[in-house]
């Protein structure tokens, strides 16, 4: 009793600081202290992990220091939890369309307009309800009369069918783990792995890609717009998806 | 005749070179004239002959300035004797009265030491050495590299509100000798005041300036006070200024000489940062006392030049509407005005273009466009409304455009339905740049996208997959065990079996009487799954009906009888009998 009477206390502590944590940051930001800001959004993501919200206010702040490449990614990242921030896609759109940045989509061709309603993690927590839900209904039918048991074969029926559908999405959504954005000015795509090798084509901050493998320092990416591929230097690109 | 023409030229120069050597080197200066008024150059030339020397250096005697001009040779025969001879010319002179003395000027040719006799130049005054202690004053005049003015366009204004552009003018003036290059164009220095819609590429002309001409730029602009109170409005410009080097005045050639030259101008150059005097202008906070609701900042004078409303509209259903405003004053910070009567529309933000009318776009006119929904039916009267601040009469004012009579169909709109429409309408612009602001609350969205890649994820999804494979599984188990058919099916079987066992145990004991006994048994069991029929209750009759008399089946029942009721003293045939229960078994289908 005690130990659950002191991981409430600890869950109620932290819960504090991380409101704090994000006032501090909300409060520098209107305050035009964009550097703090930062600080304290970052501060939070690596602490309490991700949040749409955090990183939506990231996107702003580094949008407004001009950095448009961490502004994009955090913009991605946003929507990425959830598609359906209007306000992300808003300030994406904008910052996209100042910089003369491609309208792209992460979302890969030939998927139905459905798919975009929901993330990749939504998806994936829709095919595990669907499994629990498959798994609560197929031991009730075992056990039930045959009028519950027929409703409970629909159940099982709508469960698989959300199950197959769910991860079928995800599985055609999987790319998204390997989408990077260009975080720096100036950078090219070389033809090998190597500093000092040609040149194919620059690369303007904010755009998006592909990391298809890795060799050393070097990410061989393919640029979602024109489909250039090359290498670049890992420092000067961030996947979408964040890893632990 | 080339053979002799070829003997005669080396003949020639051979004779030309030894008669060279015979010739001594010789040095000759001459100045010329010896006297020479303030800052007029005299030419002083040194001949060698005889030899060839480089460019002799000139003794430094203070005030007196020395620039070497050029050098000549030639060579020239007579008599068949060559001789050579090199002319350097220098021009010297002074910007100060006085006797200078050039001392022995030195040269070697060939190995051989030349000295030129002590020559002496009288620099006299002409009445031009006033004038050139004057340039020195003016070398040490702090404006001597520009200077820059700022004035108001509108002298009447002495102060201006708070976002009231004021129209200004700013110029600098260069000297006319000056090589200028600007690196900056003008810009606030201080915090008071900020800059607005500066042009570009400035004005250039010449100009007059207490008495002394300049090359004059002209920038036209405005300048806004960022706080109430009287402080000076500074601007400076950065420029790079090369002017000629006082230290190194130039000498002008001598009225009459026939030597053209003065010296050449040496200039410097300089990083000047040009800044205003300091010009004070008073700022006014806007009045709060009369300040209409719809208020926006807009400070000047605006009046409505056109407007476009549609006649006819649908209550719910988003039309465009424009309209121009022409005037003078802030421009940049005005916003669309509303439509009126306000309770009627409902807007949101759309696009404006601004058309400057002058260099400063102080003056001009905007164009705004935006969408508007009715929100009740009727004939109404419709017209925009401008809040401003008119700076002159110290005043805001309200002014309506034209009004022009609208018909709206359909139902008037529910203020629930005005939501929803406002969530269906473009989303509202937050700030200047467009972007939406920033999120109020921490709204953590859903999992990551890495979700499922995640050992705990798979292991937690492979397990309830698992356990709802296995409930089918279970159930058909279940159903399966639970069976009656197949559980009497399975006692049968038993029962066969025991009744088998049973027969071949009576076998080994030679019991004949309980060996048909069993194995009528089993038979029977047998039977009975067949006919869905009591065991025991199977007899010779059945048999015979059922499966024929010549069925081993029959066989079987009827010799079971003969042993069971009256063949017990005849000779047990134990392996017959086994044959016959086997076949009467298979005879059984299954």
Known sequence: ?????????????????????????????????????????????????????????????YQQQ????????A??????????????????????????????????????????????????????????????????????????????????????????????????????????????????????????????????????????????????????????RGWLTKQHLERIARRR | MVALDSTFFRGAIAGCLLAQGLVAAELRATLEPQRVAVGEAANLSLRISGGDADTPTMPDVPNLIVQFQGKNQSISIINGVTSRSATFSFVVGSQKTGEYLITPITVSVGGQVLQAPPLKLTVFDDGTAKANDQSKDVADDPNRLGIMQVELTTPERQEIYLGEIAPVRIRAFFPMDAQVRLESAPQPAGGSFTLHNINEQPQQSIETKDGKPYRSLTWFGGISGTKSGTEPVQLTIKAVVAVPDATKPALRPRIGSRFPGGTRVSYVEENVTLQNQDISLPVKPLPIEGRPAN???????????????????????????????????????????????????????????????????????KVFQYNAIARRNGEHDVAFALSYFDPKQAKYLTIHSDTK????????????????????????????????????????????????????????????????????????????????????NQLRQQTIAAAMRDAERHVRTQDAASYWQSARIALQTALAAQWRVQAHAISLHDVMHRCGSDSPVTAFFREADRWSYGAASQQPAWDTWRVLHQQALEAIPT
């Open chain 2, 405 to 488: 009579r609208v018909s709206i169909q359909g139902e008037a709109i529910k203020e629930d339905e005005a939501k929803v429409a406002e969530a269906a309408a473009p989303t509202p612009i937050a700030d200047s740049q467009g972007t939406m602001p920033l999120r109020e609350s921490n709204h953590r969205g859903s999992v990551s996208a890495g979700l499922a890649g995640r050992v705990d994820f798979i292991l937690l999804g492979g397990i309830v997959a698992f356990a709802s494979a296995l409930a089918p599984t279970f159930a058909w188990w279940r159903q399966r065990h639970l069976d009656p058919r197949r559980r009497a």
């Open chain 1, 75 to 228: 913009y991605e990242r946003c929507l990425a939890m959830n598609p359906r921030a209007a306000d992300a896609r808003h300030n994406l759109a904008i910052l996209r369309e100042k910089e003369s940045l491609p309208m792209l989509d992460t979302l890969p061709e030939g998927l139905p307009p459905f798919v975009a309603w929901f993330s990749r993690g939504e998806w994936t927590m829709l095919f595990l309800t669907a499994l629990v839900l498959l798994l609560a209904a197929s031991w009730m039918a075992v056990f039930t009369s045959t009028s519950i048991r027929r409703v409970c074969m629909a159940v099982i029926f709508f469960s698989i069918i959300l199950a197959i559908a769910s991860a079928w999405v995800g599985i055609k959504r999987s790319g998204v783990t390997s989408m990077a954005v260009i975080l720096s000015s100036g950078q090219s795509l070389r033809l090998s792995p190597f500093a000092n090798a040609d040149e194919v084509i620059s690369c303007p901050a904010g755009s998006l890609c592909m990391i298809e493998w890795e060799q050393g320092n070097f990410f061989y990416v393919r640029m979602l717009s024109g489909n250039s």
């Open chain 2, 295 to 365: 208020f926006s900042g807009a400070v000047g004078e605006f009046s409505f030049d056109a407007l476009d409303i549609p006649a006819t509209w649908n209550t719910g259903e988003p039309q465009r509407v424009a309209l121009r405003i022409k005037g003078s004053g802030n421009f940049a910070i005005m916003k669309a005005p509303e439509l009126s009567p306000a309770e009627l529309w409902k807007w949101y933000p759309g696009q404006d273009q601004f058309t400057p009318g002058d260099i400063a776009s102080f003056s001009g006119s």
């Open chain 1, 1 to 61: 009793m005690r130990r659950l009477i002191l991981g409430c206390v600890s869950l109620f502590l932290i819960a504090t600081v991380h409101a704090a944590s994000f006032e501090d940051a909300r409060a520098a930001a209107k305050n035009g202290d964009w550097n703090t800001a930062i600080h304290h959004y970052e501060t939070i993501l690596k602490e309490h992990g991700d949040s749409a919200s955090v990183h939506y206010n990231l996107g702003l702040c």
């Open chain 1, 66 to 73: 001009a950095d448009t490449g961490r502004a994009v990614l």
